[in-house]
């Protein structure tokens, strides 16, 4: 397999902590425009993955490339997220001492720098996004609030409206429907549906129910390495998957 | 020269001593000893030298008495028969003793004699003879000494002499004492290049430094007795060079025990629970005041025990401070669990109250700890000289390293510690009762800085602000270090320790302290999480 | 120009500065031209005193735009404040001249003393103002830029940083105390003359400093608001709340602790190098460990992450200090300890967050009585309250 016309090639990754190997041998491939779930039980190294994928842990070996051609392993975060690959934690994490707004006027894409920021005056354009964004993300009424107070189920809202602020082509998602009431995980799988329109997603989650009104395929990660791959009927019957989810 | 006059005055002891004993050597009839007598009283320097070697030749045990004489000034030559006597001024006379029987003679009038004149070559000739005589002394300490004389001397005349003795010795270190003195001698002398470089090869087996001094003064000759003297030099020097390394360590291993006794504890509260105690060094300091008072109470109860002061010290002063930090975790701390930045302030400021309530207490000054006997005094180890607290120390730290490492390993509460430290939550729902959990090992840590208290006491002035002085220092060892890992303490005090001692001969004590800060600032710029780091997604805050 | 003034400078914020402007004016007038029988008079040595604690608090400013706003706690600021302070005690030296006990034209006296022959390499330029004012902001901030640039690239964060600020000033406590170092080692730099050709024991010259300090301190709080009100202050205040979400936003986040860190530390020598010709001494004792963590408490007595809250906590807490030291001796370690230990278990906002809790409760009571839902606490007032402590992960 090729890296090249790949939105995002992880080929033999492997890391290990102190011994412990969190990543083995694990190939994972995403077109462009693709969307892709992640499952598996904890301790998989789903979020090792995803660790790997934004710079924040470096693989012992192997290869990640984005866009075909732009070695990941070479980059920080911040250029990671520079060059469209936004990640939304597990634990949600806002700024909790910022505003909803501002929250999002930080996530917004735009210039980084430290002088720019300092002398930066937001243009009708920045605010007009900001608007249509907290309209997507329900929070307009409670623009003004600080994150702090949100509930559980908006702060994860909110954090999926800074990715949208930040304008990747690649979102990562972890568990986004962590703590949400029926009702909500639905709309969210109905947002992530939109979103998958015009970017590429990767989302790890475990509800079954949600994976399934994604209606994408499935990836199941066990100790390290993908373990089955496809739609979640053909995942979910291979007997290996049944072993690792029930025991043996 | 004050050393030879000593040494004089020493030997005349001796030689008395000696005369009446009779000891076996050979003793020579008067008429062959008055003639070398009259002789000392020569017209020049030059007739009174080669009189003493004759008198030596002979070997008599007198001889050594009356060149002690000689050269204290005590031999008279009188004006009238130019015969030669011991006097002793009394009055306007001398009273006089015949220098050969020691028989009494009449008193001389002091205008009737003369003192038989003695310049320095003479009274260094006069040493080197005694040396010699007493080299076949049957007092094995005389013996030594009178090689060491020569050893300083280094008279040429002499080697006949060692010779003999060399021959007659049985006692190898004195006998290796005698050689090296030869050797000495012989670079002195005027033999031939063959005999002086055997010499120098025999010189630099001896103790280097006193070497050193020997064969300096061949380093610019030419030929090859100069090569061997440089040849023998270096290696001389290399050998000091490397005893020089071996002194550092053992220094730096001393001051990295101390660094040691005063982090680990830390290494405790903060490596493990993830507390910073600032009041770490005032738990030290507690621990130092604690042995202070035990000491206080011993010498007005029991002052023969004294010797026993410290060991009854290690227990109260591990609950003193043990308790006090219980009290700070349960008052203070526990309220502010993973808030590190606050419970760095917080215990700062208890710090301050802690330092100000000893000043109240106890004064502000230095308070007088005793060394017990066991400590005191030093014992040397090839080319150094150690001091026994300076090794007690070493050993102290490593066992309460030791212990401590068993604690947390095979007893339950250290089994509850790790539990808790490792998963808070579980371990609760497991029926640890984790406040109890958190409040006993931060007294174990505030207990071992109280261990670390009574150590300090013995080489550090106990005073308020004893613990300030440590806490920088502790908190680089643990961060050095890595935390959560006493092996990490461990070598990180000792690496911090040997480094210190190795940098302070370039840079003084204060530079290489600086320089060694420096490096630990670079150090962590490098390896965030310091020398034995864990690694993993855990470890991420 | 009022409107831009406005824009970056909160209501609070004017008003200290306005208040700051004021004294300025006013304390100088009072004592030169009051009759020492006036109430209103304020006597010379109050003038000094008053200076001093303004540039403890300009010094509190500092530590807040790092600590209160970014999270950095440095345990090291007073050596950026003492830096500052030997830059100007350089050039007071350099102005003693001939007046020396040694009358040496060139060499400051403990130079005559040690045998020097000629004045170090280090101290050329020093007989300038200008290039002492330079050097007041240049030292602390080329250390400052160098430290945080190691420091923060290789991402030293928390309690980690905290205790390295803390080795760095202890290092150079340690470094000035030698006397080969130039600087008079244990004595430091004192018995100056005079700044810019007045006298400094002198009333009017006094006036002219207090007044000087006033203004740098209006000044820091204006540059402080800027910052905080601006962009920059919030990414400030989220790599302070969540420092690794800040990078997964794409931002440099040590390339920012760099700038305020810098910023910040050149704002301490400022204070530094007003601080020494109003006490007329510096010395090593100034890089103390215990004089920056010190500092630290009067920012958390104050109030951190706000503008106003360091002022009125390095003013109340050194009103205190001097009280305390002077009438009860005894007392004041233990006072100032106590003050840590409630401060941060009681206080974590300070007084200002006390000063927000009662008009919060005022305005509760109030909501209820109109029967009203109450707002959500909005970042109306500008200021960033600090967020309650979580478990660490």
């Not at chain 1, 499952?39 to 842990?57: H, R, V």
């Not at chain 3, 007038?29 to 403890?56: A, D, M, W």
Request: net charge neutral; charged share 15%; hydrophobic share 50%.
């Amino acid at each position: 397999m090729n890296a090249h016309d790949t939105l995002l090639y992880l080929d033999g990754v492997s890391v290990s902590f102190d011994g412990f190997r969190a990543i083995n041998n694990l190939s994972l491939v995403l077109q462009a425009g693709e969307m892709r779930a992640i499952i598996g039980p904890n301790g998989a190294g789903k979020t090792t993955m995803m660790d790997i994928i934004t710079g924040k842990t470096r693989p012992d070996a192997g290869d990640v490339y984005f866009n075909g051609e732009v070695d990941l392993t070479k980059h920080d975060e911040a250029e990671i997220a520079l060059l469209g690959i936004g990640r939304k934690f597990q634990k949600p994490t806002v700024f909790e001492s910022h505003t909803v707004e501002d929250n999002l006027v930080l996530a917004l894409s735009g210039p980084r720098s430290a002088f720019s920021t300092l002398f930066h005056r937001q243009s009708r354009d920045e605010i007009d996004r900001i608007h249509e964004i907290l309209y997507t993300i329900r929070l307009y009424d409670k623009r003004v609030w600080l994150a702090a107070n949100l509930s559980h189920g908006q702060k994860q809202w909110l954090e999926i409206g800074m990715l949208l602020a930040q304008d990747p082509k690649l979102l990562l998602v972890d568990e986004p429907v962590a703590g949400m009431t029926d009702a909500e995980t639905a709309e969210t799988a109905k947002l992530l549906r939109d979103i998958a329109k015009t970017r590429s997603v990767l989302v790890v989650e475990h509800d079954m129910h949600f994976v399934r009104e994604l209606g994408v395929k499935v990836t199941c990660l066990h100790e390290g390495s993908v373990l089955a791959e496809g739609s979640l009927d053909f995942v979910s019957n291979d007997q290996r998957v049944i072993e690792v989810y029930l025991g043996r | 020269m004050q050393f030879i006059r000593l040494l004089s005055a020493l030997v005349l002891m001796l030689g008395i001593f000696h005369h009446t004993v009779e000891a076996h050597a050979q003793t020579v009839d008067e008429a062959t000893l008055r003639p070398l007598v009259q002789a000392l009283a020569g017209d020049n320097f030059d007739d009174t030298t080669k009189a003493i070697s004759d008198l030596v030749r002979t070997g008599d045990t007198r001889v050594s008495a009356l060149l002690n004489a000689l050269g204290a000034g005590d031999l008279y030559v009188s004006k009238a028969d130019k015969s030669v006597f011991l006097g002793k001024r009394e009055g306007t006379d001398y009273v006089a003793t015949d220098p050969v029987t020691g028989a009494k003679l009449a008193p001389v009038p002091r205008s009737a004699a003369e003192k038989i004149k003695v310049n320095n070559r003479l009274r260094r000739e006069i040493a080197a003879a005694i040396g010699g005589l007493t080299l076949m002394s049957e007092n094995a300490g005389e013996r030594r000494s009178a090689a060491e004389a020569i050893l300083k001397t280094r008279d040429p005349e002499s080697i006949p002499l060692l010779d003999q003795a060399i021959a007659a010795e049985k006692d190898p270190g004195i006998k290796a004492l005698m050689s090296q003195a030869k050797a000495a001698a012989i670079l002195n002398s005027d033999v031939p290049d063959a005999e002086k470089i055997a010499a120098i090869t025999e010189v630099s087996a001896g103790n280097g430094r006193d070497a050193l001094g020997l064969l300096t003064p061949l380093e610019g000759a030419e030929g090859p007795v100069g090569e061997a003297a440089r040849s023998a030099i270096s290696s001389i020097n290399s050998e000091l060079a490397v005893w020089n390394a071996v002194q550092n360590i053992v220094y730096g291993l001393s001051l990295g025990s101390v660094l040691l006794l005063a982090a680990i504890g830390l290494a405790i509260t903060f490596g493990v629970m993830g507390v910073i105690n600032m009041a770490h060094g005032e738990m030290v300091m507690i621990g130092a005041y604690t042995t202070f008072v035990v000491q206080q109470v011993i010498r007005a109860t029991a002052p023969g025990i004294f010797d026993y002061s410290l060991l009854i010290a290690l227990p109260a002063a591990f609950l003193v401070s043990g308790g006090v930090g219980v009290l700070i975790e349960r008052s203070v701390i526990r309220f502010l669990y993973g808030r590190p930045l606050e419970t760095l302030l917080a215990t700062w400021g208890i710090s301050l109250v802690l330092q100000q309530a000893i000043r109240s207490w106890f004064g502000a000054s230095n308070v007088q700890v005793g060394n017990p006997s066991w400590m005191a005094g030093s014992f040397e180890l090839g080319l150094l000289t150690l001091t026994w607290s300076r090794l007690w120390i070493i050993v102290f730290a490593l066992s309460v390293f030791a212990i401590l490492q068993l604690v947390l390993k095979k007893t339950m509460l250290g089994l509850r510690m790790r539990a808790v430290t490792q998963n808070r939550r579980m371990a609760s729902s497991m029926g640890i009762r984790t406040p109890w959990v958190d409040a006993l090992t931060f007294g174990l840590g505030s207990g071992i800085a109280g261990i670390a208290g009574v150590a300090l006491s013995q080489i550090d002035n106990v005073s308020p602000n004893l613990g300030q002085g440590y806490i920088i220092d502790s908190f680089m060892v643990v961060v050095f270090g890595g935390v959560g890992n006493l092996w990490g303490t461990l070598v990180g005090a000792m690496s911090l320790g040997i480094a210190n001692k190795f940098l302070e001969p370039f840079a003084g004590a204060v530079l290489g302290k600086i320089l060694v800060l420096v490096l630990i600032i670079l150090f962590i710029q490098k390896r965030p999480r310091g020398l034995f780091a864990l690694k993993g997604r855990a470890i991420e805050a | 120009m009022t409107q831009w003034f406005f824009l970056h400078v909160d209501r609070r914020g004017s008003i200290v500065i306005a208040l700051l402007v004021a004294i300025a004016v006013l304390v100088p007038l009072s004592n030169l031209l009051l009759p020492v029988t006036s109430p209103l008079h304020v006597p010379t040595y109050l003038v000094s005193l008053i200076g001093k604690y303004l540039t403890y608090a300009m010094l509190a400013v500092a530590l807040d735009l790092v600590w209160g706003f970014c999270g950095i706690l440095s345990l090291g600021h007073g050596a950026f404040f003492a830096l500052g302070g030997y830059a100007m005690g350089m050039y007071l030296m350099r102005q003693i001249g001939p007046r020396g006990v040694y009358a040496d034209p060139v060499l400051p006296d403990f130079m005559v003393f040690l045998n020097w022959k000629e004045l170090p390499w280090f101290w050329y330029g020093f007989d300038s103002f200008w290039f002492a004012a330079l050097m007041v902001v240049l030292v602390p901030g080329v250390l400052a830029f160098g430290f945080g640039w190691l420091a923060f690239r290789s991402r030293v964060t928390g309690v980690y940083l905290s205790i390295i600020t803390q080795a760095l000033t202890y290092a150079l406590l340690l470094a000035f105390f030698r006397n080969d170092m130039g600087f008079g080692g244990n004595n430091g730099l004192t018995d100056f003359k005079d700044i810019l050709g007045f006298n400094i024991q002198a009333g009017s010259t006094r006036s002219v400093l207090f007044a000087a300090t006033a203004l740098f301190l209006a000044l820091a709080v204006f540059v402080t608001s800027f910052i905080v009100r601006s962009k920059l202050g919030k990414v400030l205040v989220g790599v302070r709340d969540a420092e690794s979400r800040m990078r997964f936003l794409g931002y440099r986040v040590d390339r920012y602790k760099l700038l305020v860190w810098t910023i910040s530390a050149m704002m301490a020598g400022i204070a530094g190098a007003l601080y020494v010709p109003q006490v007329g001494i510096i010395n090593p004792s100034e890089f103390e460990p215990a004089n920056s963590i010190e500092a630290v408490i009067w920012v958390a007595v104050g109030g951190r992450g706000t503008i106003i809250g360091p002022i009125i906590g390095a003013v109340l807490v050194n009103f205190g200090k001097t009280y305390f030291t002077a009438a009860f001796p005894e007392i004041w370690l233990f006072a100032l300890g106590a003050l840590f230990i409630v401060v941060t278990l009681f206080l974590p906002k300070g007084i200002l967050g006390l000063y927000g809790m009662w008009k919060g409760k005022r305005a509760d009571r109030a909501a209820r009585k109109k029967d009203v839902a109450p707002p959500p606490v909005a970042a109306v007032s500008g200021r960033s309250p600090i967020p309650e402590p979580q478990a660490a992960e």
